[in-house]
């Protein structure tokens, strides 16, 4: 199996609603990188919509896409976090969560009028928002001498490197992401400045 370099993921956040005799769904979307970012907004969510009778929601995280979660938040099992996640893997998306908030309107949908209603919720909220491709990276942390600050970020920036994190003095120390499609050649250049110490950091 040949090895993914880029996966997709949403650039911001969204909302839209869908209606089905008198009920109502808001389905907001947002990137996430970590699961703890997800329950803070689940949070605010909660906060912002305390007279809702459901919050369901999906998401799948990580490049390897091997980390989710689905929640039906009361709905019959199946009903809801499935069918949102279904959204979000029919896109081939990751680092994306949708919650989808309800209001009962008093006529009961039934398990296949749920099943249509968070999954076309899901869907029209990620029409809303623009999708992107970024590289798969693998972190690094480089610690050099000042001195050779100018070399180390033109190598970094030709290899279309990300620095996640930085502390600059005598010594520097940086965080970074290296695209999997160009690491061979960003380390073949960072082990020929020498004074470059380069170790993996895992994540």
Do not use: W
């Amino acid at each position: 199996m040949e090895q993914k370099t880029f996966y997709h993921c949403i650039e911001k956040e969204g909302q839209a609603m869908f209606k089905d005799r008198g009920s109502q769904f808001i389905g907001f979307a947002f990137p996430i990188s970590a699961a703890e970012n997800f329950k803070k907004k689940l949070d605010a969510l909660k906060k912002e919509h305390p007279k809702a009778n459901h919050h369901c929601f999906a998401y799948r995280i990580g490049t390897d896409g091997n980390q989710f979660r689905v929640n039906d938040d009361g709905e019959p099992s199946g009903s809801a976090g499935k069918p949102i996640l279904g959204q979000i893997d029919s896109r081939e998306l990751t680092n994306t969560a949708i919650v989808v908030v309800r209001y009962f309107g008093g006529t009961l949908l039934g398990v296949p009028g749920l099943i249509n209603a968070y999954k076309t919720t899901a869907a029209l909220v990620l029409q809303t928002i623009p999708i992107i491709q970024k590289p798969i990276e693998v972190h690094y942390r480089l610690q050099f001498d000042y001195t050779l600050m100018n070399d180390v970020m033109q190598l970094l920036k030709a290899g279309n490197c990300s620095i996640e994190r930085q502390e600059i003095q005598l010594f520097c120390m940086y965080e970074v992401g290296i695209p999997v499609n160009r690491l061979e050649e960003v380390l073949y250049r960072l082990k020929d400045l020498h004074q470059v110490l380069v170790e993996k950091v895992h994540t």
